[in-house]
Protein backbone atom coordinates (compact mmCIF):
# COMPACT_ATOMS: atom_id res chain seq x y z
CA UNK A 1 0.00 0.00 0.00
CA UNK A 2 3.31 2.11 -0.51
CA UNK A 3 4.72 4.17 -3.10
CA UNK A 4 7.79 3.32 -5.08
CA UNK A 5 10.87 5.47 -3.55
CA UNK A 6 14.55 5.19 -4.34
CA UNK A 7 16.18 2.02 -3.64
CA UNK A 8 12.70 0.37 -3.93
CA UNK A 9 12.89 -3.25 -5.88
CA UNK A 10 10.84 -3.03 -8.93
CA UNK A 11 10.52 -6.58 -8.03
CA UNK A 12 7.98 -5.64 -4.84
CA UNK A 13 6.20 -3.06 -6.86
CA UNK A 14 5.16 -5.33 -10.00
CA UNK A 15 4.08 -8.04 -7.66
CA UNK A 16 2.15 -5.53 -5.23
CA UNK A 17 0.60 -4.38 -8.34
CA UNK A 18 -0.30 -7.55 -9.92
CA UNK A 19 -2.08 -8.70 -6.90
CA UNK A 20 -3.82 -5.12 -6.74
CA UNK A 21 -5.11 -6.63 -10.58
CA UNK A 22 -5.67 -9.53 -9.50
CA UNK A 23 -8.07 -7.98 -7.26
CA UNK A 24 -10.01 -5.86 -9.39
CA UNK A 25 -10.38 -8.66 -12.08
CA UNK A 26 -11.60 -11.10 -9.10
CA UNK A 27 -14.16 -8.18 -7.68
CA UNK A 28 -15.83 -7.42 -10.91
CA UNK A 29 -17.37 -9.72 -13.23
CA UNK A 30 -20.04 -8.66 -15.65
CA UNK A 31 -22.27 -11.87 -14.42
CA UNK A 32 -21.81 -13.24 -11.11
CA UNK A 33 -23.64 -16.59 -12.50
CA UNK A 34 -21.36 -16.65 -15.01
CA UNK A 35 -17.74 -16.69 -13.51
CA UNK A 36 -14.48 -19.30 -14.75
CA UNK A 37 -13.95 -21.67 -11.25
CA UNK A 38 -10.52 -20.19 -10.64
CA UNK A 39 -11.69 -16.69 -10.32
CA UNK A 40 -14.68 -17.30 -7.78
CA UNK A 41 -13.31 -18.30 -4.13
CA UNK A 42 -13.52 -21.90 -2.64
CA UNK A 43 -17.34 -22.06 -0.88
CA UNK A 44 -15.30 -23.29 2.15
CA UNK A 45 -12.55 -25.57 2.45
CA UNK A 46 -9.65 -25.59 -0.54
CA UNK A 47 -7.63 -22.66 -2.60
CA UNK A 48 -8.08 -21.29 -5.82
CA UNK A 49 -7.04 -18.83 -8.02
CA UNK A 50 -8.81 -16.45 -6.34
CA UNK A 51 -8.23 -17.45 -2.78
CA UNK A 52 -4.13 -16.57 -3.54
CA UNK A 53 -5.22 -12.88 -4.10
CA UNK A 54 -5.50 -11.26 -0.47
CA UNK A 55 -3.02 -13.51 1.17
CA UNK A 56 -0.47 -12.12 -1.72
CA UNK A 57 -0.82 -8.93 -0.59
CA UNK A 58 -0.52 -8.86 3.31
CA UNK A 59 2.40 -10.93 1.93
CA UNK A 60 4.19 -7.70 -0.15
CA UNK A 61 3.18 -5.91 3.03
CA UNK A 62 5.54 -7.32 5.05
CA UNK A 63 8.08 -6.99 2.22
CA UNK A 64 7.70 -3.69 1.76
CA UNK A 65 8.01 -3.14 6.11
CA UNK A 66 10.59 -5.08 5.40
CA UNK A 67 12.31 -2.73 2.94
CA UNK A 68 10.98 0.53 4.16
CA UNK A 69 10.48 0.19 7.83
CA UNK A 70 13.29 -2.32 9.39
CA UNK A 71 16.16 -0.74 7.58
CA UNK A 72 15.37 2.60 9.41
CA UNK A 73 14.41 0.95 12.52
CA UNK A 74 18.46 -0.06 13.43
CA UNK A 75 18.71 3.74 14.98
CA UNK A 76 16.98 3.23 17.93
CA UNK A 77 16.51 6.89 18.20
CA UNK A 78 14.01 6.78 15.60
CA UNK A 79 11.85 4.15 16.43
CA UNK A 80 8.95 5.97 18.04
CA UNK A 81 8.55 8.60 15.40
CA UNK A 82 8.35 5.65 13.08
CA UNK A 83 5.64 3.67 14.94
CA UNK A 84 3.59 6.44 15.48
CA UNK A 85 3.74 7.09 11.58
CA UNK A 86 2.84 2.88 11.39
CA UNK A 87 0.07 3.35 13.95
CA UNK A 88 -1.61 6.60 11.80
CA UNK A 89 -1.09 5.10 8.62
CA UNK A 90 -2.71 1.88 10.11
CA UNK A 91 -5.87 3.60 11.10
CA UNK A 92 -5.79 5.51 8.34
CA UNK A 93 -6.31 2.84 6.05
CA UNK A 94 -9.06 0.99 8.29
CA UNK A 95 -10.67 4.36 8.10
CA UNK A 96 -10.78 4.34 4.57
CA UNK A 97 -12.27 0.97 4.86
CA UNK A 98 -14.99 1.95 7.04
CA UNK A 99 -15.60 4.83 4.47
CA UNK A 100 -16.00 2.45 1.72
CA UNK A 101 -18.27 0.26 3.48
CA UNK A 102 -20.59 3.05 4.63
CA UNK A 103 -20.85 3.57 1.38
CA UNK A 104 -21.84 0.27 0.36
CA UNK A 105 -24.23 0.35 3.49
CA UNK A 106 -25.84 3.57 1.27
CA UNK A 107 -25.47 2.36 -2.31
CA UNK A 108 -26.26 -0.75 -1.91
CA UNK A 109 -29.27 -0.31 0.50
CA UNK A 110 -27.83 -2.26 3.23
CA UNK A 111 -29.34 -3.07 6.50
CA UNK A 112 -26.29 -2.03 8.84
CA UNK A 113 -22.63 -1.39 7.57
CA UNK A 114 -20.05 -3.83 8.32
CA UNK A 115 -17.31 -3.09 10.58
CA UNK A 116 -14.93 -5.64 8.80
CA UNK A 117 -13.30 -5.93 5.68
CA UNK A 118 -9.65 -6.32 3.38
CA UNK A 119 -8.42 -2.54 4.41
CA UNK A 120 -9.74 -3.10 7.60
CA UNK A 121 -7.80 -6.25 7.68
CA UNK A 122 -5.30 -4.63 5.47
CA UNK A 123 -4.31 -1.71 8.13
CA UNK A 124 -4.53 -4.03 11.51
CA UNK A 125 -2.26 -6.25 9.81
CA UNK A 126 0.20 -3.32 8.45
CA UNK A 127 0.04 -1.56 12.01
CA UNK A 128 0.94 -5.10 13.97
CA UNK A 129 3.29 -6.48 11.23
CA UNK A 130 4.70 -3.00 11.18
CA UNK A 131 5.53 -3.02 15.12
CA UNK A 132 7.01 -6.30 14.71
CA UNK A 133 9.38 -4.45 12.11
CA UNK A 134 10.60 -1.71 14.31
CA UNK A 135 10.83 -3.91 17.78
CA UNK A 136 11.04 -7.21 17.26
CA UNK A 137 14.71 -8.92 15.96
CA UNK A 138 14.65 -11.68 13.48
CA UNK A 139 14.61 -14.49 16.06
CA UNK A 140 11.72 -13.00 17.67
CA UNK A 141 9.61 -12.58 14.25
CA UNK A 142 10.13 -15.95 14.01
CA UNK A 143 8.66 -16.69 17.25
CA UNK A 144 5.86 -14.50 16.04
CA UNK A 145 5.44 -16.23 13.21
CA UNK A 146 5.43 -20.03 14.51
CA UNK A 147 3.15 -18.56 18.06
CA UNK A 148 0.68 -17.42 16.16
CA UNK A 149 0.32 -20.25 13.60
CA UNK A 150 0.62 -22.76 16.12
CA UNK A 151 -1.73 -20.51 18.91
CA UNK A 152 -4.67 -20.40 15.78
CA UNK A 153 -4.11 -24.01 15.11
CA UNK A 154 -4.67 -24.86 18.67
CA UNK A 155 -7.90 -22.99 18.86
CA UNK A 156 -9.10 -24.21 15.68
CA UNK A 157 -8.29 -27.89 16.76
CA UNK A 158 -10.33 -27.28 20.22
CA UNK A 159 -13.57 -25.62 18.36
CA UNK A 160 -13.42 -27.35 14.84
CA UNK A 161 -13.22 -25.56 11.32
CA UNK A 162 -17.07 -26.43 10.08
CA UNK A 163 -19.04 -23.21 8.88
CA UNK A 164 -21.14 -20.86 11.31
CA UNK A 165 -19.88 -23.12 14.18
CA UNK A 166 -16.49 -22.20 14.42
CA UNK A 167 -14.51 -20.57 16.94
CA UNK A 168 -13.85 -17.55 14.55
CA UNK A 169 -17.26 -17.06 13.12
CA UNK A 170 -18.85 -17.39 17.03
CA UNK A 171 -16.87 -14.86 18.32
CA UNK A 172 -17.56 -12.93 15.46
CA UNK A 173 -21.06 -13.29 15.94
CA UNK A 174 -21.19 -13.00 19.52
CA UNK A 175 -19.19 -9.67 19.61
CA UNK A 176 -20.49 -8.02 16.34
CA UNK A 177 -24.03 -9.82 15.00
CA UNK A 178 -25.48 -9.01 12.69
CA UNK A 179 -22.98 -6.46 11.22
CA UNK A 180 -21.08 -9.30 9.43
CA UNK A 181 -20.95 -10.33 6.12
CA UNK A 182 -23.11 -13.10 6.50
CA UNK A 183 -25.57 -13.51 9.17
CA UNK A 184 -28.67 -16.07 9.27
CA UNK A 185 -31.51 -14.47 11.92
CA UNK A 186 -33.07 -17.53 12.38
CA UNK A 187 -30.09 -19.63 13.46
CA UNK A 188 -28.39 -16.62 15.66
CA UNK A 189 -24.93 -17.86 13.68
CA UNK A 190 -22.60 -15.32 11.26
CA UNK A 191 -19.55 -15.33 9.83
CA UNK A 192 -16.80 -12.75 8.43
CA UNK A 193 -13.85 -13.69 6.28
CA UNK A 194 -12.21 -10.49 7.30
CA UNK A 195 -13.53 -11.16 11.41
CA UNK A 196 -11.23 -10.61 14.33
CA UNK A 197 -9.88 -14.18 15.16
CA UNK A 198 -8.97 -15.39 11.75
CA UNK A 199 -6.98 -11.63 11.43
CA UNK A 200 -4.61 -13.98 13.16
CA UNK A 201 -3.84 -16.10 10.01
CA UNK A 202 -3.74 -12.90 8.12
CA UNK A 203 -1.06 -11.35 10.58
CA UNK A 204 0.99 -14.43 9.98
CA UNK A 205 0.84 -13.95 6.17
CA UNK A 206 2.27 -10.77 6.94
CA UNK A 207 4.63 -11.91 9.30
CA UNK A 208 5.59 -14.21 6.52
CA UNK A 209 6.11 -11.55 3.90
CA UNK A 210 8.75 -9.31 6.61
CA UNK A 211 10.99 -12.73 6.64
CA UNK A 212 10.87 -13.18 3.41
CA UNK A 213 11.61 -9.15 2.81
CA UNK A 214 14.93 -9.78 5.06
CA UNK A 215 16.45 -12.62 2.54
CA UNK A 216 15.28 -10.12 -0.52
CA UNK A 217 17.17 -7.45 1.12
CA UNK A 218 20.49 -9.89 1.73
CA UNK A 219 19.84 -11.28 -1.43
CA UNK A 220 19.73 -14.66 -0.20
CA UNK A 221 16.96 -15.98 -3.42
CA UNK A 222 18.24 -20.14 -2.78
CA UNK A 223 16.99 -19.66 0.66
CA UNK A 224 13.80 -17.87 -0.59
CA UNK A 225 12.87 -20.88 -3.23
CA UNK A 226 13.98 -23.77 -0.76
CA UNK A 227 11.77 -21.96 2.15
CA UNK A 228 8.80 -21.69 -0.28
CA UNK A 229 9.23 -25.34 -1.45
CA UNK A 230 9.09 -26.43 2.85
CA UNK A 231 6.15 -24.16 3.36
CA UNK A 232 4.25 -25.57 0.28
CA UNK A 233 5.38 -29.11 1.66
CA UNK A 234 4.22 -27.81 5.45
CA UNK A 235 0.70 -26.63 4.66
CA UNK A 236 -0.27 -29.26 2.58
CA UNK A 237 0.77 -31.67 5.06
CA UNK A 238 -1.06 -29.76 8.17
CA UNK A 239 -3.76 -29.28 5.41
CA UNK A 240 -4.57 -33.16 5.81
CA UNK A 241 -5.38 -32.34 9.79
CA UNK A 242 -6.72 -28.73 9.38
CA UNK A 243 -8.04 -28.13 5.79
CA UNK A 244 -6.34 -24.84 3.56
CA UNK A 245 -9.30 -22.37 4.17
CA UNK A 246 -9.23 -18.77 3.35
CA UNK A 247 -12.70 -17.94 4.99
CA UNK A 248 -10.78 -19.03 8.31
CA UNK A 249 -7.17 -18.11 7.12
CA UNK A 250 -6.01 -21.40 8.77
CA UNK A 251 -2.57 -22.07 9.26
CA UNK A 252 -2.37 -24.69 6.30
CA UNK A 253 -3.83 -21.78 4.22
CA UNK A 254 -1.33 -19.52 5.77
CA UNK A 255 1.96 -21.66 4.84
CA UNK A 256 0.11 -22.78 1.88
CA UNK A 257 -0.16 -19.41 -0.12
CA UNK A 258 3.07 -17.86 1.54
CA UNK A 259 4.99 -20.48 0.57
CA UNK A 260 3.68 -19.27 -3.08
CA UNK A 261 4.15 -16.21 -2.57
CA UNK A 262 8.25 -16.62 -1.43
CA UNK A 263 8.36 -18.29 -4.96
CA UNK A 264 6.61 -15.58 -7.01
CA UNK A 265 8.88 -12.66 -5.15
CA UNK A 266 11.81 -14.56 -5.77
CA UNK A 267 10.49 -15.53 -9.38
CA UNK A 268 9.95 -11.68 -9.66
CA UNK A 269 13.55 -10.56 -7.89
CA UNK A 270 15.64 -12.32 -10.94
CA UNK A 271 13.79 -11.68 -13.60
CA UNK A 272 12.79 -8.00 -12.85
CA UNK A 273 15.61 -6.96 -10.40
CA UNK A 274 18.30 -9.08 -11.90
CA UNK A 275 17.76 -9.51 -15.58
CA UNK A 276 16.15 -6.08 -15.85
CA UNK A 277 12.44 -7.56 -17.51
CA UNK A 278 9.53 -4.69 -17.50
CA UNK A 279 7.56 -4.54 -13.86
CA UNK A 280 4.64 -5.54 -15.24
CA UNK A 281 2.04 -4.43 -12.73
CA UNK A 282 4.09 -1.35 -11.35
CA UNK A 283 1.90 1.26 -12.13
CA UNK A 284 -0.60 -0.59 -10.02
CA UNK A 285 1.85 -1.05 -7.58
CA UNK A 286 2.97 2.60 -7.03
CA UNK A 287 -0.76 3.60 -6.83
CA UNK A 288 -2.42 0.44 -4.86
CA UNK A 289 -4.84 2.30 -2.77
CA UNK A 290 -6.06 4.44 -5.58
CA UNK A 291 -6.37 1.43 -7.82
CA UNK A 292 -8.19 -0.85 -5.11
CA UNK A 293 -10.43 1.85 -3.20
CA UNK A 294 -11.22 4.13 -5.90
CA UNK A 295 -12.59 0.49 -7.93
CA UNK A 296 -14.96 -0.17 -5.49
CA UNK A 297 -16.38 3.08 -4.67
CA UNK A 298 -16.35 3.37 -8.74
CA UNK A 299 -18.81 -0.07 -8.72
CA UNK A 300 -20.69 1.18 -5.86
CA UNK A 301 -21.81 4.72 -7.32
CA UNK A 302 -22.48 3.06 -10.46
CA UNK A 303 -25.02 0.57 -8.85
CA UNK A 304 -26.22 3.66 -6.86
CA UNK A 305 -27.64 5.43 -10.32
CA UNK A 306 -28.56 2.29 -11.77
CA UNK A 307 -26.30 2.29 -14.37
CA UNK A 308 -23.88 -0.80 -13.13
CA UNK A 309 -25.90 -3.65 -14.55
CA UNK A 310 -26.90 -1.73 -17.66
CA UNK A 311 -23.18 -1.27 -19.04
CA UNK A 312 -22.56 -4.87 -18.90
CA UNK A 313 -25.77 -5.81 -20.67
CA UNK A 314 -25.59 -3.27 -23.50
CA UNK A 315 -22.17 -2.48 -23.65
CA UNK A 316 -20.90 -6.00 -23.48
CA UNK A 317 -23.30 -8.65 -23.05
CA UNK A 318 -25.57 -7.99 -25.85
CA UNK A 319 -23.22 -8.55 -28.77
CA UNK A 320 -20.51 -10.74 -26.89
CA UNK A 321 -22.62 -13.55 -25.35
CA UNK A 322 -23.52 -14.59 -28.63
CA UNK A 323 -20.43 -15.07 -29.99
CA UNK A 324 -17.96 -16.42 -27.09
CA UNK A 325 -20.90 -17.36 -24.41
CA UNK A 326 -21.63 -15.81 -21.19
CA UNK A 327 -18.91 -17.07 -18.93
CA UNK A 328 -16.68 -15.44 -21.64
CA UNK A 329 -18.21 -12.42 -22.02
CA UNK A 330 -18.32 -11.88 -18.44
CA UNK A 331 -14.45 -12.33 -18.26
CA UNK A 332 -13.94 -9.78 -20.69
CA UNK A 333 -15.84 -7.23 -19.13
CA UNK A 334 -13.77 -7.74 -16.02
CA UNK A 335 -10.69 -7.13 -18.23
CA UNK A 336 -11.65 -4.06 -19.76
CA UNK A 337 -12.47 -2.82 -16.19
CA UNK A 338 -8.75 -3.95 -14.94
CA UNK A 339 -7.77 -2.08 -18.37
CA UNK A 340 -10.02 1.09 -17.47
CA UNK A 341 -7.73 1.28 -13.52
CA UNK A 342 -4.78 0.46 -15.89
CA UNK A 343 -5.42 3.50 -17.45
CA UNK A 344 -5.98 5.89 -14.70
CA UNK A 345 -3.01 4.82 -12.51
CA UNK A 346 -0.78 5.01 -15.80
CA UNK A 347 -1.95 8.75 -16.47
CA UNK A 348 -1.48 9.02 -13.07
CA UNK A 349 2.44 7.55 -13.34
CA UNK A 350 3.01 10.02 -16.46
CA UNK A 351 2.42 12.82 -14.01
CA UNK A 352 4.52 11.75 -11.33
CA UNK A 353 1.83 11.37 -9.07
CA UNK A 354 1.58 8.54 -5.99
CA UNK A 355 -0.91 9.03 -3.64
CA UNK A 356 0.05 7.61 -0.19
CA UNK A 357 -2.11 7.20 2.81
Known sequence: ?????????????????????????????????????????????????????????????????????????????????????????????????????ALAWWALDLAYPRPWGVLQRIGLCFALAGLAALWLRPRAQWGLLFGLLAGYAAVLAWGGTAPWTNPASRLDTFLFAPWLYRYDTATGLGHDPEGLLSTVGALASTVCGLRAGAWLRAGRTELMLASGAVALFAGAALGAWQPINKNLWTPAYVLWTGGLAVWALAAAHVLVDRRGWPGWGRRFGVNAIVAYAGSIASVLLLIAVGAWQPLYAQGFASWLVPWIGPTASSLVFALAFVGAWWCVVWWMDRRGWIVKI
Open 1 to 101: MSASVPGRYASVDALRGCTVAAMLLVNTPGDWGHVYAPLLHADWDGCTFADLVFPFFLFVVGVSLALGLAPRAQDPAQRPALMRGVLLRGTRIVILGLALH
